[in-house]
């Protein structure tokens, strides 16, 4: 059975963007560009939901680096019921059961499965219990109101396990949990 990792950069107060915050919030830096850039020269099968499969296809020339031409390539499966095509060789559009499909590629795929935002497609995984690998990359800043995308709203409790920590560019924390399958603890 292969892995599944799900990556979500967030600021500390837990949203996936802001109104006001340009990409990564305005912290890219060359610890987190090499980061990108051996996660995405890794073999892996990519997993996107609708929304952040078209902000990649649609990323401006002058956006478009090594890492985003790897990852165009790579073999990827686009989770939508209203895209019906795609433009990025080797992807194909799914509008079967996500939980369902995601159990079929686990069990058959040659290579570890990664999403990288696609916010829903992130949360019914965690909430399936699905995800090996859950990689929070947190920036260090407070959006307030101006978040948009918070990444835990409606994420059914689960407790996790620290599986490993690393500083980035001395400001950007990448913390890595695993799911236990146990409940979490109550009063």
């Known amino acids: 059975m ?3 990792t799900v990556d979500i950069f967030v600021s500390v107060d837990g949203w996936a963007g802001s109104e006001n915050s340009p990409g990564f919030f305005g912290y890219y830096g060359p610890e987190l560009a090499e980061w990108i850039a051996t996660e995405s020269a890794a073999p892996q099968l990519l997993v996107f939901g609708r929304r952040t499969y078209e902000a990649m296809a649609g990323m401006p020339v002058e956006a478009r680096d090594e890492s985003w031409q790897r990852m165009s390539e790579r073999d990827a499966v686009v989770f939508s019921r209203t895209l019906k095509e795609v433009t990025w060789p080797n992807t194909r559009v799914c509008d079967d059961d996500l939980v369902g499909e995601i159990e079929r590629l686990k069990a058959a795929s040659g290579v570890p499965l990664r999403t990288m935002g696609s916010l829903s497609v992130a949360r019914q995984l965690l909430d399936a219990g699905l995800v090996d690998r ?13 978040g948009r995308e918070p990444f835990f709203a409606g994420v059914a409790a689960a407790e996790l396990e620290l599986a490993g920590q690393r500083v980035l560019d001395d400001r950007v924390l990448l913390i890595e949990y695993r799911q236990t399958g146990r409940d979490i603890p109550r009063a």
């Open 134 to 146: 859950l990689r929070l990359m947190t920036f260090p800043l407070l959006v307030g109101t101006s």
């Open 2 to 4: 292969r892995t599944l």
